[in-house]
């Protein structure tokens, strides 16, 4: 059995889209999900499947949130050994938080074939990629007029895969359950 996390996109925010994460618990766990945990409300599942294929295990998440919870969201899905790899990277470029940044990693729903060197810097540049993958980007978000800017809108708009990000401390948390 592999070991995953799926982050699902777009819950449980602004009263929209909302899945106790108990009721998602059980729905996996009752369906042939195996060790089944989630991490705070935002949609972090941790789960063993014995199914391999990446694609048709997100299909399989997104048709049992439809059927039981009544929309469709978008799961994005990485291997246990996947996270501990770009947080390697992220350890690597010898990442530490100071002031006025804040670094965050942005997982792809699929793979991104067009190539992009980066420094790649959005429009107000307040956020910066510094690393990418073709599936994970790692950004560091800078203050500008009074607050932080996110990486998600931004790597979505450069892509046009739908995306979702954490900060380095919820993935280093999620790989401890």
């Not at 060790?35 to 048709?56: E, L, R, Y």
């Not at 470029?93 to 006025?100: A, P």
């Amino acid at each position: 059995m592999e070991r995953y996390i799926a982050f699902l996109r777009g819950i449980n925010v602004s009263g929209q889209k909302l899945i106790k994460m108990e009721a998602l618990r059980r729905v996996l766990a009752d369906n042939g999900f195996a060790d089944v945990k989630t991490f705070i409300q935002s949609g972090n599942v941790i789960f063993s499947a014995a199914i391999t294929d990446s694609k048709h295990l997100i299909l399989v998440i997104e048709d049992l949130i439809e059927k039981h919870f009544g929309f469709r969201t978008d799961v994005i899905l990485r291997r246990h050994s996947e996270i501990e790899n770009v947080l390697g990277v992220l350890e690597v470029i010898k990442f530490q938080e100071v002031e006025d940044r804040k670094y965050y990693i942005t997982f792809a729903k699929e793979e991104f074939s067009v190539q992009v060197e980066v420094p790649v810097f959005s429009k107000n540049h307040d956020v910066e990629i510094i690393y990418h993958n073709k599936k994970d980007f790692i950004s560091v978000s800078k203050e500008y007029k009074g607050t932080y800017g996110f990486p998600n809108s931004f790597i979505e708009k450069l892509t046009g895969i739908p995306s979702t990000t954490r900060n380095p401390n919820t993935l280093g948390k999620i790989l401890k359950l």
